[in-house]
C-alpha cells in the first residue's frame, strides 16, 4: 500500500441493513431479533438522458442493488424479524416471483420454513431459480397471482400456524417505506415528482408513508406527487374495477386485484398525484433506453416507471425519482427476446479483426 493511502474508514462504511439504519421508524424493541442481509442503501443513479428530454433532474432508484435483486427485501427484513420475535416457524407468501426470492433469503436466514404460491408459467426465470435455491418449498398454482394470495391469505386465517409474509402484512409497508427515506438522505431534498410501478400497490403505499414519516418528524419540508403506472393489461386502480385475467410482458405486475387498492389511490389523492398505465410496448422501450442510453438494466415491470415518465409532462427545472423495482437479471428471457443474439465466429484472429472491422 502507498505511504499516503488512506484507509477506508470501516466504522462509515458498515451498513447495518434498514431495520438498523431507520430503527426509531421502526416497530421494533431490543427483543426483536433482527434479520438482515445488508439490505437497503441502494444506488440513486443521475439519468443525464432522461433528463434533458424532460428537461428536469432525473434520478433512478435502482433497487436492483438489493441482496436478492428487488425492493422486496427492505420489507422482508422486518416481516422476518418480527415472525422471528412471535417465534413463527413457517412463513408463507403468494407471488409473482420477487417476493418469493426475498422470502425464501430470509427465511432460510432465520432457520424457518418458507412455502411459496406462484402462478405457473408467469414466473421470470431469475425468480423462480432464487425460490428454489434458497431452499423455499415452490408450489406452481394452476392459476394466477390474485387466486395464489386468495389461498395464502385463507391459510393465514384458517390454519393458525404460518406467517403471512405478502404486504398485507403491515411489516412489510413499514420496511419498504425505507426507500424514501434513503431517497431524501441521499438527495438532500425532496423529489417534486415520484415515479413508481404499481402491481400489488404495496410499494406505492409505502414510499408515501416514508414520505410523509419524514415531514411529519420535520427532516423534510415538502412532499413529491405519488405517480403509480400499471400494465395496460393489468391496470384495475386505473379502470376501477378487477380484471379477472390480467396480462403483461411484465410479469411481476401481472395483477388483477391489488391488495393494498384503496392505499394506493390514498397516495395519488393526497399526493394531487396519478396513477395510470402503459402498454407492453412503452414498458419495452422504456426498458431498452434505460439499458442502452442511461446504462441501467432493470426488469420490465420496473421500467413501467421510467415509461410513465416519458409520456408525463414534469414540470421543467423540477427533481423526478423513478424508482426500478428489480434487477435486469431477473428476467433473461424479456431481455433475450429483445435483442438478436450474434452467430458464432471462427475462433481466429483474422474472423475477430474481420468482423470488427479494424
Ligand atoms: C419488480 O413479487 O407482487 O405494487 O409477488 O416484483 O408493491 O406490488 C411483485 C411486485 C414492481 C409491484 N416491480 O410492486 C411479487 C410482487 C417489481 C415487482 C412490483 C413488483 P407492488
Not at 33 to 54: C, F, H, N
Not at 84 to 103: D, F, K, L, P
Not at 175 to 186: C, H, L, M, P, R
Not at 216 to 228: R, V
Request: charged fraction near 20%; proline fraction near 5%; aromatic fraction near 8%.
Amino acid at each position: 500500500m502507498p505511504q499516503d493511502a488512506k484507509r477506508p474508514d470501516r466504522e462509515r462504511m458498515v451498513w447495518r441493513g434498514v431495520v438498523e439504519e431507520y430503527r426509531s421508524f421502526m416497530p421494533v424493541s431490543d427483543r426483536t431479533p433482527v434479520v438482515t442481509l445488508g439490505e437497503g442503501r441502494t444506488p440513486l443513479i443521475y439519468a443525464p438522458e432522461l433528463s434533458r428530454l424532460k428537461s428536469a433532474e432525473v434520478y433512478l432508484k435502482y433497487e436492483g442493488g438489493n441482496p436478492t435483486g428487488s425492493f422486496k427485501d427492505r420489507g422482508m427484513t422486518l416481516a422476518i424479524s418480527k415472525a422471528a420475535e412471535e417465534g413463527s416457524q413457517t412463513v408463507v407468501c403468494a407471488s409473482t416471483g420477487n417476493t418469493s426470492a426475498s422470502a425464501a433469503a430470509y427465511a432460510a436466514k432465520a432457520g424457518m420454513t418458507c412455502a411459496v404460491l406462484i402462478p405457473q408459467g408467469y414466473i421470470a426465470l431469475g425468480k423462480l431459480a432464487q425460490a428454489l435455491i434458497y431452499g423455499a418449498k415452490v408450489m406452481q398454482i394452476k392459476g394466477n397471482f390474485d387466486q395464489a394470495l386468495d389461498i395464502v391469505r385463507e391459510l393465514g386465517e384458517r390454519s393458525g400456524k404460518v406467517t403471512v409474509v405478502n404486504s398485507i402484512n403491515p411489516f412489510r409497508i413499514e420496511g419498504q417505506k425505507t426507500g424514501a427515506f434513503e431517497i431524501i438522505d441521499t438527495l438532500g431534498a425532496v423529489p417534486d415528482y415520484h415515479f413508481i410501478p404499481v402491481g400489488n400497490a404495496g410499494n406505492i403505499t409505502a414510499y408515501w408513508k416514508g414520505y410523509k414519516e419524514y415531514f411529519k418528524a420535520g427532516i423534510s419540508s415538502s412532499l413529491p406527487k405519488m405517480m403509480g403506472f400499471q400494465a395496460d393489461g393489468a391496470a384495475p386502480i386505473v379502470l376501477g374495477h378487477i380484471v379477472d385475467h390480467p396480462d403483461t410482458i411484465a410479469t411481476a405486475i401481472r395483477i388483477g386485484n391489488p391488495a393494498s387498492w384503496d392505499n394506493a389511490v390514498k397516495a395519488r389523492d393526497e399526493s394531487g398525484g396519478i396513477i395510470s398505465s402503459v402498454e407492453d410496448s412503452e414498458i419495452l422501450e422504456a426498458y431498452r433506453f434505460l439499458a442502452a442510453r442511461e446504462s441501467v438494466f432493470c426488469e420490465p415491470a420496473s421500467a413501467a416507471s421510467v415509461a410513465g415518465l416519458l409520456k408525463t409532462e414534469v414540470k421543467s427545472g423540477s427533481i423526478v425519482v423513478c424508482v426500478l423495482t428489480g434487477h435486469g437479471l431477473k428476467d433473461p428471457d424479456v431481455a433475450i427476446s429483445q435483442i438478436s443474439v450474434p452467430e458464432a465466429i471462427e475462433a481466429t484472429y483474422d474472423a475477430i479483426s474481420e468482423e470488427l472491422g479494424v
